[in-house]
């Protein structure tokens, strides 16, 4: 699991990249380049903008299997520093950086970094396709599902977050550049062979304007492969309420009775 740069899971893709160049091998070996094609999606995201708020915060209804994983709230720093989710069970997930610390006898601590990382990085994507360590290759037009999309590949240098060799495949809405499904697999505690035989993939979609910041308030899971795209739906998530708040509030402050599990 990738904390700040990656955390398992993603999509975004690409940008408005739409003309004749020949589709890039499957195999093709991506390097670290300042591609304008990234600046086109963090624009029409509206990175400028986010990063100008210290936080945003909203509420998170999460279902698996049919079954509710989480409900709560989270807040998180728009520079991913930090995180919070307040559960409606009265527990609650603080993360500051590379550290977690929960509540006393909070439930299932084994599982806390990943509810910590993997939900607040889904989120925090679109700004973070620059971040140190990411490495793409060429876009290219590619039918996912019905629909053309811009897509690439995003893999990590060594060394970077929990886990470099997770990978994503990334789609993005030719005309909007804006983020529509991820493609990933998780490498934590699996070879990239065992990995990449079950890849999944989060749509986005239901873009809203929060303050000018266009932002998905629908996700969906699902299971996806390279050939026929998306498949069975695994689970979705809905964001409500959202909205930017000053970081005076203090959400970050660590609790004198929090205790890292």
């Known amino acids: 699991m990738k904390y700040i740069l990656t955390t398992l899971a993603l999509s975004i893709a690409l940008s408005g990249c739409t003309d004749n160049k020949p589709k890039p091998k499957p195999d093709e070996v991506p390097v670290e380049v300042e591609a304008k094609w990234i600046n086109n999606v963090e624009e029409a995201h509206k990175k400028r903008q986010f990063l100008e708020h210290d936080a945003i915060q909203m509420d998170l209804e999460l279902y698996f299997g049919g079954n509710l994983r989480l409900d709560g709230k989270m807040t998180l720093a ?25 509540n006393p ?17 889904f989120f925090m994507f ?27 590949k995003l893999t990590f240098s060594a060394g970077t977050g929990d886990a470099p060799d997770d990978w994503y495949e990334m789609y993005s809405d ?34 809203s304007d929060v303050d000018g910041v266009p932002i998905a308030h629908d996700w969906g899971f699902w299971a996806w492969r390279p050939d026929s795209g998306l498949t069975d739906q695994l689970g979705r998530a ?7 708040v000053d970081g005076e509030d203090h959400f970050f402050e660590l609790p004198d009775d929090f205790v890292e599990p």
Do not use: C
Request: proline share 6%.
């Open 174 to 207: 030719p005309e909007t550049n804006l983020v529509s499904t991820a493609a990933y697999i998780v490498t934590v505690n699996k070879t990239i062979e065992e990995a990449e035989e079950d890849p999944h993939a989060i749509s986005y979609s239901n873009y």
């Open 78 to 102: 728009t520079n991913s520093s930090a995180g919070r989710i307040d559960m409606k069970s009265g527990d609650a997930v603080l993360f500051l950086d590379d550290k977690v610390y929960v």
């Open 105 to 121: 006898g909070y439930p299932n601590p084994e599982s806390v970094r990943f509810t910590a990382y993997t939900w607040s990085y």
């Open 238 to 244: 809905t964001l409500s309420n959202l909205k930017f």
């Open 126 to 152: 679109p700004y973070k396709l620059s971040d140190p360590g990411t490495q793409w290759t060429e876009p290219y037009l590619d039918e996912l599902n019905g629909e053309e999309y811009n897509r690439a």
